[in-house]
């Protein structure tokens, strides 16, 4: 199983600054990854796939890079709707789905 | 409106059964691969199984293998899973999730997801 270790597990941010999330599979992954983003008390909603491209209605504030075992989420100028939990997914590993542990972006 | 409804969730006893649904609107789960996934309270996301479009691709994770069953029924265009042997590892909100695509790598991602059923499994 390819584990996914996301860092920190917490950020502190004031909104209008950049948050830069970190996720590393355990081994090469290619750039089979997917970003989520979670509001308390709502479903997960998809936020990048294949490490870099924007789902749909993602605003380009989001971006999303990396390849191989280590990959980046970035969010531009937060706003007060951006501060939620973000969670990657590999899935390199078909059938084997895997997902980092999260990272939470709060106000600082 | 293209949207996933849960329901089925609740307090079961462990070892007991539960069955879950996702009903789906605008779209038809005969088109699509779709997955359940869970998430325990205060946790992360867990990936639990999956189903292709034809209902001949089905994977669980090891953790509910032999003891959950996933299906869907195209006459009433929902999606089940079928709980046997709950313990309490298994209390979660479980999800049920759309992949976008038939391609290779959109099969694997979710971008439409329901709201959720809590299932809580103790004595």
């Known amino acids: 199983e390819i584990e996914m270790t996301q860092s920190p597990a917490t950020l502190s941010v004031s909104p209008g600054e950049s948050a830069t999330l970190s996720c590393r599979a355990s081994?090469?992954?290619?750039?089979?990854v997917a970003w989520y983003q979670q509001k308390p008390g709502q479903a997960p909603r998809l936020l990048i796939h294949?490490?870099?491209t924007r789902a749909n209605g993602v605003p380009a504030r989001f971006r999303g890079s990396g390849a191989g075992t280590e990959f980046t989420l970035t969010v531009s100028s937060l706003q007060s709707e951006d501060f939620a939990v973000y969670y990657c997914?590999?899935?390199?590993?078909?059938?084997?789905?895997?997902f980092g542990g999260g990272t939470k972006v709060e106000i600082k | 409106q293209v949207q996933l409804v849960e329901t089925g969730g609740g307090l079961v006893k462990p070892g007991g059964s539960l069955r879950l649904s996702c009903a789906a609107s605008?779209?038809?789960?005969?088109?699509?691969?779709v997955t359940w996934i869970r998430q325990a309270p205060g946790k992360g996301l867990e990936w639990v199984s999956y189903?292709?479009?034809?209902?001949?691709?089905?994977y669980y994770a090891d953790s509910v293998k032999g003891r959950f069953t996933i299906s869907w029924d195209n006459a009433n265009n929902s999606l089940y899973l079928q709980m046997n042997r709950l313990s309490g590892e298994d209390s979660a909100m479980y999800y049920c999730?759309?992949?976008?695509?038939?391609?290779?790598?959109?099969?694997?991602?979710?971008?439409?997801w329901g709201r959720g059923t809590l299932v809580t499994v103790s004595s």
């Open positions: 605008g779209f038809s789960f005969s088109d699509y691969f």
């Open positions: 081994e090469e992954i290619s750039m089979n």
């Open positions: 997914q590999q899935y390199k590993d078909w059938p084997l789905l895997t």
């Open positions: 999730a759309r992949a976008p695509g038939s391609s290779w790598a959109s099969r694997w991602y979710f971008d439409l």
């Open positions: 294949g490490a870099s």
């Open positions: 189903i292709g479009p034809a209902g001949n691709t089905i």
